[in-house]
């Protein structure tokens, strides 16, 4: 393990940008530096490649500091929620949706193929257009034969989707085996387990540049579909200087809470003895941990490896942070 000052953090994070047919240009206002007229889908904040912009380890991937001692930096509970991989266990996305997503399904850890993880994640909703919506579960579980029937035919399972508007600081909670997708309009925050799988049940019709549609996987997408999931929405209890903690999700791979500093207020957050991520969604806030400072704006992100010092949030601009755990 370094002995280099700060070398548990906090470090700021610069993410990986993924290119998106039905990605948008919004992402752009969250302190993030997008390439000329490219329609930007993701900001994957704490993908192994995300390069660390302070501290010791400044210029270097956070897979590659992870690498350098796994069990050290992640803790055991860490390391044991990152599939034994040297990466974090915490995968942060922005997702900027100015088209509907695939209609898609991720298995659970049980039915991830062999070597790989299932995904369960968490929406916290950032922005939304008049009339967006949350595709989550299916309208009538009942119909689940149905919907198999015209997934394998090639009709679209769209109009059996349940919709939810999509409403600003709000949060939905993704278990794996939920049909679900991303409506158009909606800019989000994700958190979720490391893991890429995704099984598309429908692209809506949509091809790419060349007129070609995306690869589907109906077979494994019903596989591993539990219908009964069907997630609710709501608005996320905040965290302030006078209300205790309410982590607004709480699994058993991340927990997820919104922190609300307000003007002039210093707040102090317990231990973690593994990783945590805070991401900066308004206003702007110094985050302190033993003499080790860094500034965070809309946007930017500070990550905590395990057993870090105990964590001060002060006010630069009146600022709300979200700030994902283990659970």
């Known amino acids: 393990m370094s002995s280099f000052a700060g070398a548990r953090g906090p470090f700021l994070l610069d993410p990986r940008l993924d290119l998106k047919i039905w990605g948008g240009r919004r992402l752009g206002a969250y302190n993030l530096e997008l390439p000329p007229n490219d329609p930007v889908g993701e900001a994957v904040i704490t993908s192994p490649d995300a390069r660390i912009r302070s501290g010791p380890f400044a210029g270097r991937s956070l897979g590659d500091v992870i690498a350098r001692d796994p069990e050290g930096m992640l803790g055991s509970d860490g390391l044991r929620l990152s599939g034994g991989q040297p990466r974090l266990p915490l995968l942060i996305k922005l997702i900027d949706a100015t088209t509907d997503l695939s209609i898609q399904v991720h298995p659970d850890d049980a039915r991830a193929p062999a070597g790989s993880m299932g995904k369960t994640e968490a929406w916290y909703v950032l922005e939304a257009e008049p009339g967006a919506n949350l595709y989550v579960g299916l309208n009538d579980p009942a119909e689940f034969n149905e919907l198999a029937s015209e997934a394998r035919s090639g009709t679209s399972v769209g109009a059996r989707m349940r919709t939810v508007p999509a409403q600003p600081g709000e949060v939905i909670f993704i278990p794996a085996g939920t049909v679900h997708a991303i409506g158009a309009g909606v800019l989000l925050y994700e958190i979720q387990q490391p893991s890429t799988i995704t099984y598309r049940l429908d692209d809506w019709g949509r091809v790419d540049d060349l007129g070609q549609p995306r690869e589907l996987h109906v077979e494994a997408a019903l596989a591993v579909s539990e219908p009964?999931?069907?997630?609710?929405?709501?608005?996320?209890?905040?965290?302030?200087?006078?209300?205790?903690?309410?982590?607004?999700?709480?699994?058993?791979?991340?927990?997820?809470?919104?922190?609300?500093?307000?003007?002039?207020?210093?707040?102090?957050?317990?231990?973690?003895?593994?990783?945590?991520?805070?991401?900066?969604?308004?206003?702007?806030?110094?985050?302190?941990?033993?003499?080790?400072?860094?500034?965070?704006?809309?946007g930017d992100t500070a990550v905590m490896m395990a057993d870090a010092p105990i964590v001060h949030l002060r006010t630069i601009q009146p600022a709300q942070i979200l700030r994902g755990w283990l659970g």
């Open 228 to 298: 009964h999931l069907r997630p609710a929405s709501e608005i996320a209890a905040m965290r302030t200087a006078t209300m205790p903690a309410t982590p607004c999700v709480q699994c058993e791979a991340f927990a997820l809470e919104v922190i609300e500093v307000r003007g002039g207020e210093e707040m102090t957050l317990d231990f973690e003895t593994g990783p945590a991520v805070f991401t900066c969604i308004a206003g702007a806030v110094r985050l302190d941990a033993d003499g080790i400072a860094v500034d965070l704006a809309r």
